[in-house]
């Protein structure tokens, strides 16, 4: 049974930052690929960003291209996505999710396993 865990939401100023972590467990983590993906109320849940099972590829949303940065730490079994200079726009609920292949996809249909999601709420 995988599980995946969100956690640093939270209410952030225009500008602000925040880091979200999604923790893996019973599952062989590192050998897959893992992204995140949000929606916001009254849309449809759309990709931000993915990353491959061993850091080599990355890819993200033109949206958050230069703002948000997606990272992971096999030996921890967290992925990270950090958001930087947020937008009221990037207001959403973000779940990570893990595919079980190695490379990553932005098609949330690819992914087999997805967490419960975090709130970021970005005030002007």
């Known amino acids: 049974q995988v599980r995946l865990v969100e956690s640093g939401g939270g209410l952030v100023q225009a500008g602000g930052s925040l880091r979200l972590s999604c923790a893996a467990s019973?599952?062989?983590?590192?050998?897959?690929?893992t992204g995140w993906f949000r929606q916001a109320p009254g849309k449809e849940r759309e990709f931000v960003a993915a990353i491959s099972w061993n850091s080599a590829m990355t890819s993200s949303a033109d949206s958050v291209k230069g703002r948000f940065t997606i990272s992971r730490d096999n030996a921890k079994n967290t992925v990270y996505l950090q958001m930087n200079t947020l937008k009221r726009e990037d207001t959403a609920v973000y779940y990570c999710a893990l595919r079980g292949s190695s490379w990553p996809q932005s098609d949330p249909e690819r992914y087999d396993y997805w967490g419960q999601g975090t709130q970021v709420t970005v005030s002007s």
């Open positions: 019973g599952h062989t983590f590192s050998s897959y690929a």
